[in-house]
Nanobody
Framework: QVQLVESGGGLVQPGGSLRLSCAAS????????MGWYRQAPGKHRELVAT???????NYADSVKGRFTISRDNAKNTVYLQMNSLKPEDTAVYFC?????????WGQGTQVTVST
């Protein structure tokens, strides 16, 4: 079992930045892949970014060049640095972990981009 706890969401103006954190209860090296997904009201949950145990990253086209996923193995924490935020980035952001075929989710953190 892996528990995931997100933090760092909030309200930010367009063009601003936020950094989300996801603290895992397991050692990151034991997790095959971690990622961030988001779900806006009335929409399906969508992939934002992933990072593998080997450090490989993948991004949705809509966030490439603006968001960066990273990991700190010593803290068992994955981050999502979000820059140049747009109103369409408004959503609940969920942390996700894939380990030995099992999928785990955090409770989500709200990100609102608005004036």
């Amino acid at each position: 079992q892996v528990q995931l706890v997100e933090s760092g969401g909030g309200l930010v103006q367009p063009g601003g930045s936020l950094r989300l954190s996801c603290a895992a209860s397991a050692m990151l090296f034991s997790i095959n892949r971690m990622g961030w997904y988001r779900q806006a009201p009335g929409k399906h949950r969508e992939l934002v970014a992933t990072i593998t145990s080997g450090g490989g990253t993948n991004y949705a086209d809509s966030v490439k060049g603006r968001f960066t996923i990273s990991r700190d193995n010593a803290k068992n924490t994955v981050y999502l640095q979000m820059n140049s935020l747009k109103p369409e980035d408004t959503a609940v952001y969920f942390c996700n972990a894939l380990r030995y075929g099992d999928v785990y989710w955090g409770q989500g953190t709200q990100v609102t981009v608005s004036t």
